[in-house]
């Protein structure tokens, strides 16, 4: 699970809200208690009233950035302990959101969460947002929200934003173990931002943020469903890309099943980056994709890297290309994902048909003795965060593909680093919205294992049209890990989001694009909401999204599958316990 340098187009009240709160406790302040939770004004220092103004750019902030420094806000949130260590005004021309000046408060929440919140000085019309993070975290950083996506939301000033670095500064799993620090980052961090960010930024304009969002890709996903199941009234809206809330199971076995793929039996990697284009040729063809080569419905091809295994006394050559048994063995494996002894997958979720080329660094290496980003990902979990003590010597060989093992390793992390509980009740109750994405040629984490959470919701919450009212998903041919990859991997769902939370407008399809190094839109297209597919039935252009319409996929639709695990609490309800698992029937889409 890495972080990428590029972040989904969303919006995040927690940010904001608990940038904005850590900022006033670090400072002491000089507003009361009574100003900082319900009145509608604040006093500046010399104690004259200022009142919140409503201008034609915004609402204009109600105290300088000079005075949120001094803010005492201790007793606003007072089980939420937290200093300003800065706050300082910052010009429009330096700002890489956009045009925009903003007041940058910086503070710290016990005992070590850093946070960012940018505060804009016009523009703002009442919205925060919250981002997530990547990776392991360990570094705050609102540098890089939507801007890319150019959602003049954003990059207007209408949102004030924030961020943290989860409790720690380190980019390995060393934090881990801390036992507060593994809350902090395993679901604690966002929700104390949340709380602070929302009082600073009443402070600051003199009247409260009317509506909150969240967004994140990749752990910044696992971020978003945290809040979504756990915290459920901290935001209104949520935006969850190609979410890591399966994170145990995921830096676990899912992780480490690829790397034994490519690695059998510990030797040299079967599979090396220069396989990867003749592979994907042959994917292509076996899947009857179209010439645009990208695989609108991967779930439903099934082709077998069997097809072109070399024949007896056959040399793979470029011009004829073959495999290996040994790698016939290696695709085989990853596009059936990590499975025990008696055939359970241990994660719901495997490669794709039609990623390879995303696999490059990641699932395969440059060199047959060279490493990759699975072996990585594997040993910092698995030496860090998983045991009760450290164990650094452990390595992606050392992970036991058994049901007993898998006991062990899930049993104690699943309630800290997991956010698999499919019971949204409490979330759609407070009127919350939802919108996942994926990349079905995410490299990182599959998409079926957020297909198969998604379903999991549907059973719970009364199925596909209950569900749908406030949670959809929307997966992006082609796009690999939180962007890249060789489908139109831009999208905007920041607009979709508050459209839905302030106007009731759900999403029916997002608008995906690829835009060059000079910011042209290349090419654009639908993706529609889960388990629809866009499909070229007019013959015009692939880059043309007037190409398309929706078409349901079966395979999506029909999707079931076992495992081991379960999805929290929601599976306990609807699954039954079978030969020491779980198995799950899905309601029909």
């Given at each position: ?5 590029r972040?989904s187009p ?7 809200a608990?940038?904005?709160?850590t ?6 302040a000089s507003?009361?208690?009574a100003?900082a939770?319900t ?8 104690g004259?009233?200022v009142?919140?103004?409503t201008?034609?750019?915004?609402i204009?902030?109600?105290l300088?950035?000079?005075q949120?420094a001094?803010l ?6 007072p089980?939420v302990?937290?200093e300003i260590?800065s706050?300082a005004e ?12 903003y007041?940058n ?8 969460i850093h946070?960012q919140?940018?505060?804009?000085k016009?523009?703002?019309?009442a919205n ?13 950083n609102?540098?890089?929200?939507a801007?890319s996506?150019g959602?003049v939301p954003?990059?207007?000033?209408s ?13 390995g799993?060393?934090f ?15 929700h104390?931002?949340?709380?602070v960010?929302?009082v600073?930024v009443?402070?600051?304009?003199g ?6 969002y969240?967004?994140?890709c990749s ?6 469903l945290?809040?979504a ?7 209104d809206?949520?935006?969850?890309g190609?979410p ?9 076995f899912s ?7 490519v690695?059998?039996n ?9 396989d990867l284009?003749p ?6 063809k076996?899947?009857d ?12 091809c099934?082709?077998?890297?069997a097809?072109?295994?070399c024949?007896?006394g056959q ?12 790698q016939v063995?290696t ?10 002894e008696h ?6 979720g495997?490669?794709?048909r039609?990623s ?5 660094g990641i ?9 990759t980003g699975?072996?990585?990902f594997?040993r910092?979990?698995?030496?860090y ?10 390595t992606?060989?050392?992970?036991k ?5 898998f ?13 698999t ?6 979330f ?7 919108i ?10 599959p998409?079926v294992?957020?297909?198969?959470y ?9 199925g596909?049209?209950a ?10 041919p082609?796009?690999?890990h939180?962007?890249g ?7 905007d769902?920041?607009?979709?989001i508050?459209?839905w939370?302030?106007?009731g ?7 995906t ?6 910011g042209k839109?290349?090419s ?6 889960f388990?629809?597919?866009?499909v070229n ?14 078409a349901?996929?079966?395979?999506e ?10 999805f ?13 698992k779980?198995?799950?029937s899905k309601?029909?889409?």
């Amino acid at each position: 699970m890495r972080m990428l340098p590029r972040w989904s187009p969303w919006k995040s009240t927690t940010v904001m809200a608990t940038l904005a709160a850590t900022l006033a406790l670090v400072t002491g302040a000089s507003i009361s208690l009574a100003d900082a939770t319900t009145g509608a004004s604040a006093t500046s220092g010399s104690g004259t009233a200022v009142n919140a103004a409503t201008t034609t750019s915004g609402i204009a902030p109600a105290l300088t950035c000079s005075q949120v420094a001094s803010l005492d806000l201790a007793a606003a949130v007072p089980d939420v302990p937290f200093e300003i260590t800065s706050a300082a005004e910052v010009a429009a021309a330096d700002n890489t959101l956009g045009d925009w000046a903003y007041c940058n408060v910086q503070g710290v929440i016990a005992p070590q969460i850093h946070f960012q919140l940018r505060l804009p000085k016009t523009g703002w019309q009442a919205n925060y947002l919250q981002l997530g993070c990547g990776g392991l975290c360990g570094n705050v950083n609102t540098s890089n929200a939507a801007a890319s996506y150019g959602c003049v939301p954003l990059t207007d000033g209408s949102f004030a934003v924030g961020s943290s670095d989860e409790g720690h500064s380190q980019g390995g799993g060393l934090f881990s173990t801390d036992p507060a620090l593994r809350a902090d980052f395993g679901y604690k961090s966002d929700h104390l931002l949340a709380q602070v960010a929302k009082v600073l930024v009443k402070q600051y304009y003199g009247t409260p943020a009317t509506h909150s969002y969240f967004d994140g890709c990749s752990q910044g996903g696992h971020q978003a469903l945290t809040e979504a199941q756990r915290y459920p009234t901290d935001f209104d809206g949520i935006v969850a890309g190609a979410p890591a809330n399966n994170f145990t199971a995921l830096n676990t076995f899912s992780h480490a099943w690829t790397a034994q793929s490519v690695y059998l039996n510990g030797g040299p990697a079967t599979i090396t980056t220069a396989d990867l284009a003749p592979i994907h040729t042959a994917v292509l063809k076996g899947c009857d994709a179209p010439a645009d080569g990208i695989i609108a419905d991967p779930l439903a091809c099934d082709w077998d890297p069997a097809s072109i295994k070399c024949e007896a006394g056959q040399t793979s050559t470029a011009d004829a290309y073959c495999l290996t048994a040994d790698q016939v063995t290696t695709l085989r494996r990853i596009y059936a994902g990590p499975t025990d002894e008696h055939g359970q997958l241990l994660y719901p979720g495997y490669q794709l048909r039609g990623s390879e080329l995303n696999w490059a660094g990641i699932i395969v290496p440059t060199t047959a003795t060279g490493t990759t980003g699975d072996q990585n990902f594997v040993r910092e979990t698995l030496r860090y965060q998983i045991f009760d003590s450290p164990r650094p010597s452990l390595t992606y060989k050392d992970i036991k593909f058994t049901a007993a093992y898998f006991k062990k390793v899930m049993q104690p992390n699943e309630g800290i680093y997991d956010a698999t509980d499919p019971d949204l009740t409490a979330f759609k109750k407070a009127g919350g919205k939802l919108i996942l994405w994926h990349g079905l040629g995410d490299q990182h984490i599959p998409a079926v294992g957020t297909m198969a959470y998604y379903k999991a919701v549907q059973k719970v919450m009364g199925g596909a049209g209950a569900t749908s009212s406030f949670a959809r998903l929307f997966l992006l041919p082609g796009v690999a890990h939180c962007g890249g990859g060789q489908g139109p991997d831009k999208l905007d769902a920041l607009t979709a989001i508050t459209d839905w939370v302030t106007q009731g407008q759900a999403p029916d399809s997002l608008l995906t694009k690829t835009v060059d190094s000079t910011g042209k839109v290349a090419s654009s297209r639908p993706t529609y909401a889960f388990p629809y597919i866009a499909v070229n039935t007019t013959g015009g252009s692939a880059d043309d999204p007037s190409s398309y319409t929706s078409a349901k996929s079966t395979a999506e639709a029909n999707l079931s599958l076992q495992w081991l695990g379960s999805f929290r609490s929601g599976y306990e309800e609807v699954g039954n316990w079978v030969h020491g698992k779980w198995v799950v029937s899905k309601g029909k889409a």
